[in-house]
C-alpha cells in the first residue's frame, strides 16, 4: 500500500555541521547522539484524523521506529517525526456528522494517535500536528515565497474530481480509471473550481537532470524510475488551494481559498524542522 511504501522515509544520514532552526513543539532540545555525529531524520507518513487510529497505523510506525534505533544504535544523531493531518473535506464532514467543529476532533483523534504511539513505545522525537500554529505559519510563508518568485497563479479546474482523495482528474485521466477513484471504486464527480497552481510544468527539466545525474537521489531505484517514467509523461501544474470546504491553513492575500490538505500535509516534514520560520534561511 501507499501507506506501507511511505513508512519509513530516511531524508539521508548526513554529516551537518551546520544547526536547523527547530520548531519549539516538534523538534528535539538535546542531541540524541555524540557530539559531531552524523544527523538522520526519519518520518512516519502523518495519520489523518477523520477517524481513530488502527492497526496499520501502529504497524507503519513500529517499522519507522526499528529504523529509527537501528539508526541511534550506530551512534547516529536521529530525529525521528510522527504526527497528524488534520485539515481537509473528510475531517470537516466526519466533524459535522458527529455535530462537533473540527478542532475538537482534530483533537480527540490527535490525542488518541498519541496515546497509542506512546503505548507502543514508538521512540518518537518529535509529533507534529497540521494545526500547530508554528506549522500553519510557516507553511503560509512557503505559499508567500512561491508567490513571490511567479510560481503560482489564480486559474480554473474543469474535470474530475476524487471527492475520497480529495483529488482532480483530467478528463483523459478519468477516461483511463473508468471515472471511479482508484483507491475507494467510488464514482468520481463532475466538477468545476477556482484554484491558485503552483507551476511544476516549469521545472520539468530541472527535475528530470536532478534524478538523471544523482542515482543515489532517491532509492530505491524502482521508485526512481517509476519517478523518472512520471515525468516522462510530462509534469502538469499542481492545483494547491481548494473552495469547496473552509476547514484549512488560509491561502495568503485571498480568504475564499485554503491551501490544498496535501500540500499542507507534504510541508509538515519540513516545518517540523522550523525551516519556514521568517528567521530561516
Not at 501502529?58 to 530525529?79: E, L, N
Not at 476532533?105 to 514508538?122: P, Q, R
Not at 483507491?183 to 516549469?202: C, P, Q, T
Not at 532509492?219 to 473552495?243: C, H, Q, Y
Request: glycine share 8%; net charge negative; hydrophobic share 35%.
Amino acid at each position: 500500500s501507499l501507506q506501507t511504501r511511505l513508512a519509513v522515509r530516511n531524508f539521508r544520514c548526513v554529516a551537518s555541521a551546520a544547526s536547523t532552526s527547530p520548531s519549539a513543539s516538534t523538534s528535539p532540545t538535546a542531541v540524541n547522539g555524540p557530539a559531531g555525529a552524523e544527523k538522520c531524520f526519519v518520518t512516519t507518513p502523518i495519520y489523518y484524523v477523520n477517524d481513530r487510529p488502527h492497526i496499520g497505523h501502529v504497524y507503519t510506525s513500529t517499522v519507522a521506529d526499528v529504523y529509527a534505533r537501528y539508526q541511534r544504535s550506530r551512534g547516529r544523531d536521529v530525529f525521528f517525526l510522527t504526527g497528524t493531518d488534520e485539515h481537509g473535506l473528510k475531517v470537516e464532514q466526519s466533524a459535522e456528522k458527529r455535530g462537533i467543529p473540527p478542532q475538537q476532533l482534530a483533537d480527540e483523534n490527535a490525542a488518541s494517535f498519541k496515546a497509542v504511539m506512546e503505548g507502543m513505545d514508538i521512540s518518537f522525537d518529535g509529533f507534529i500536528r497540521t494545526t500547530d500554529a508554528a506549522h500553519k505559519a510557516q507553511v503560509q510563508r512557503f505559499v508567500e515565497l512561491l508567490q513571490a518568485k511567479d510560481a503560482v497563479y489564480l486559474g480554473r479546474f474543469e474535470g474530475w474530481y476524487d471527492e475520497g482523495q480529495e483529488e482532480y482528474y483530467t478528463e483523459t485521466k478519468a477516461k483511463e480509471l473508468d471515472y471511479k477513484s482508484p483507491i475507494s471504486g467510488k464514482d468520481m464527480v463532475r466538477s468545476s473550481e477556482e484554484n491558485y497552481y503552483f507551476k511544476l510544468s516549469a521545472f520539468q527539466e530541472r527535475l528530470e537532470k536532478l534524478h538523471t545525474d544523482n542515482a543515489n537521489f532517491l532509492t530505491p531505484p524502482a521508485r526512481r524510475n517509476e519517478m523518472l517514467s512520471r515525468m516522462g509523461e510530462g509534469l502538469n501544474d499542481v492545483p494547491i488551494s481548494r473552495t469547496n470546504f473552509s476547514w484549512g491553513v488560509g491561502m495568503p492575500g485571498d480568504e475564499k481559498h485554503v491551501v490544498y490538505v496535501w500540500i499542507d500535509a507534504l510541508l509538515n516534514y519540513i516545518t517540523a524542522l522550523g525551516l519556514g520560520e521568517e528567521q530561516g534561511k
